[in-house]
């Protein structure tokens, strides 16, 4: 097969950005959230944790302690206990507590808007920052998970294994802002149809511009 030019790739990436837009109309994140600092404090307890499940334990969370202050001030033994189904939770506990107490010391308890200062907590690394600056923030950011590396090392729109380089390609080839959404867009087609083991490529609506589907075939 020969080798795909630039061009060529940037226009199969915007035939595969209006499939994800067909296939997934209402992009956006399934974790409930009022605030920035509710969904960053959501977002650091999603790693390994389905959302669903993330979404019952914010719920006691944030009505015991529903900003950056409280957080801070709560007992760690709480904080573990009410984050404990998320798994991780000695860690999660603590990077939440951290990254609030950062927020009260050095953004005055508010979460800050943009990336440099939002990967200084802890626990909040691109992937976090990107997903609070896109759905809190409305600033277009391209979210790498693992739903998202797998999909679009698949769909040919990168070739690298490493998160930073991904978003990196990610950004070239998509238009700004299609950023947020076309990520939360890859993380839902990861869960519903390329899954890691199995992909389901006859069903898939991005099949004809898939090398891994071709190939598959």
Same mark, same amino acid.
């Given at each position: 097969? #020969? ?9 199969? &990436? ?11 109309? /209402? $992009? ?12 960053? =404090? ?8 389905? +959302? ?7 719920? /006691? !969370?944030?009505?015991?302690?529903? +900003?950056?202050? $409280?957080?801070?001030? &709560? ?22 507590? $951290? ?5 009260? /010391?050095?953004? *005055?308890? /508010?979460? #800050?808007? @943009? ?8 626990? =909040? ?5 990107? =997903?609070? !600056? *896109?759905?809190?923030? *409305? ?5 790498? +998970? ?22 990196? +390609? ?12 076309? @990520? ?20 898939? #609506?991005?099949?004809?511009?898939? #090398? ?6």
């Amino acid at each position: 097969m #020969p080798r795909e030019s630039a061009e060529a790739r940037k226009a199969r &990436a915007a035939k595969i950005l209006r499939g994800l837009a067909r296939a997934y109309p /209402e $992009a956006g994140t399934a974790l409930r959230f009022r605030n920035a600092f509710e969904l960053l =404090v959501a977002t650091i307890l999603s790693a390994q944790c389905t +959302d669903a499940k993330v979404n019952e334990v914010t719920l /006691e !969370l944030f009505a015991k302690y529903g +900003d950056a202050e $409280a957080l801070a001030g &709560a007992p760690l033994e709480e904080i573990e206990r009410l984050v404990r189904p998320t798994g991780f939770y000695r860690q999660k506990a603590r990077s939440i507590q $951290a990254a609030a107490r950062g927020l009260v /010391e050095r953004f *005055g308890s /508010e979460v #800050p808007g @943009s990336l440099e200062d939002l990967v200084t907590l802890r626990g =909040v690394a691109r992937k976090t920052a990107n =997903v609070v !600056l *896109g759905h809190a923030f *409305g600033v277009p950011g391209v979210v790498v +998970d693992t739903h998202v590396k797998r999909v679009s090392g698949r769909l040919g729109l990168t070739r690298s294994e490493d998160p930073v380089k991904i978003e990196q +390609d990610l950004m070239a080839l998509l238009p700004r802002r299609a950023w947020t959404d076309a @990520s939360s867009r890859l993380i839902l087609h990861g869960r519903a149809l390329c899954h890691s083991r199995k992909p389901r490529c006859g069903e898939c #609506p991005l099949a004809p511009h898939c #090398p891994e589907a071709r190939r598959a075939a």
